[in-house]
């Protein structure tokens, strides 16, 4: 059975929801015959490479919240990630652009490396000090490194932009057609869809239903769950 995650690297409940399926799937009888693939995703396809701005700043702008309402949301998220084991660095964050992170992770599929490399990434942007969007190329070569990447490929790869680049766009026209306006997506073996960072139960129940039905891909009725659109990332309010 093979499970897609539609997902982007600046999108925090995509790391949460990363989380919750690891626990569900390491429950799941049949995990070993599982496999499962990332999919590009930009929540932020518009904005320039050289974009960068504080976490802060950009939820102020987006969501019309003011600076402690912004910073309260960001809390929240770092318990939710606490509840799943992740570290979450709530104050000091940067925002800005994927395209590279993505075309990278699809040199990584190709590898045999690409859920390490999602998950050295995920770290690095909420867990590190260290900036992923505005040190340059060389601070993503070393990230691919990290996870097991050689790092003449990864510069080959950010040297030439249209590597990949094709790859990342069929992603995200897929995730259209799909009707995900938001991620995480994940789609389970091409039958049922799970919007959102959903509780591990969710994914256990979705897992055990994709591995014993065979039916058109339908978006399982499991409720509002918080989720990274084209507009932002929704943030819990008090």
């Given amino acids: 059975m093979k499970v897609e995650i539609w997902s982007d690297i600046a999108c925090p409940w995509c790391y949460v929801g990363k989380a919750r399926f690891e626990k569900a799937l390491a429950a799941f009888p049949h995990r070993d015959r599982v496999e499962v693939v990332h999919r590009s995703f930009e929540l932020d396809p518009g904005r320039a490479k050289g974009d960068v701005q504080p976490v802060i700043s950009m939820l102020t702008k987006k969501y019309g919240m003011s600076e402690a309402q912004a910073q309260a949301g960001e809390e929240n998220l770092g318990a939710q990630a606490a509840a799943e084991g992740l570290e979450y660095r709530t104050r000091d964050r940067d925002h800005g652009n994927t395209f590279d992170m993505h075309?990278?992770?699809?040199?990584?599929?190709?590898?045999?490396?690409?859920?390490?490399l999602i998950q050295v990434l995920y770290r690095a942007n909420f867990a590190e000090e260290r900036s992923v969007f505005s040190e340059g190329d060389e601070r993503l070569v070393e990230l691919a490194v990290a996870?097991?990447?050689?790092?003449?490929?990864?510069?080959?790869?950010?040297?030439?932009?249209?590597?990949?680049?094709?790859?990342?766009?069929?992603?995200?026209?897929?995730?259209?057609?799909?009707?995900?306006?938001?991620?995480?997506?994940?789609?389970?073996?091409?039958?049922?869809?799970?919007?959102?960072?959903?509780?591990?139960?969710v994914f256990t129940q979705a897992l055990t239903q994709a591995w014993g039905e065979h039916s058109p891909l339908q978006l399982l009725d499991q409720g509002d769950a918080d989720a990274c659109g084209p507009d932002g990332c929704a943030v819990p309010r008090h």
Avoid: C, I, M
């Fill in 103 to 116: 075309r990278l992770l699809h040199l990584a599929k190709e590898r045999g490396r690409q859920d390490e």
């Fill in 147 to 201: 996870a097991g990447l050689d790092a003449e490929d990864a510069r080959k790869v950010l040297a030439d932009p249209t590597a990949y680049a094709d790859d990342v766009r069929a992603d995200e026209r897929e995730a259209a057609e799909l009707g995900a306006n938001g991620v995480p997506f994940f789609v389970l073996d091409r039958k049922y869809g799970v919007s959102g960072a959903q509780p591990a139960e």
